[in-house]
């Protein structure tokens, strides 16, 4: 019998920004993500939103194959503590 592979759900909740910005000579939009180290560009504000979703999609179902998700996201997470400041 063949091997039978089930599907996975994994919610993540957070928050990755982005900034866009869109070249005046070509119209083109490109998108950074520092905290993930990421670019994309795009023609279309559409395309760019669909690039950007991809790009993600792809990036956290490699960490979970690769079984780097739980270490990648405790990473992310102490960053974003460790850049906040401390409230007395």
Known sequence: MGRRTMAQLVRINGRVDWKIARDPKTNEYVAVCDALKITAEADTW???????????????????????????TQLMSAKKRSGMPNLK
Do not use: N, S
């Open 46 to 72: 559409v395309q760019l939103c669909e690039t950007i979703a991809e790009i993600q999609d792809e990036l956290f179902i490699t960490l979970l194959k690769e079984g780097a998700l739980p270490q990648f």
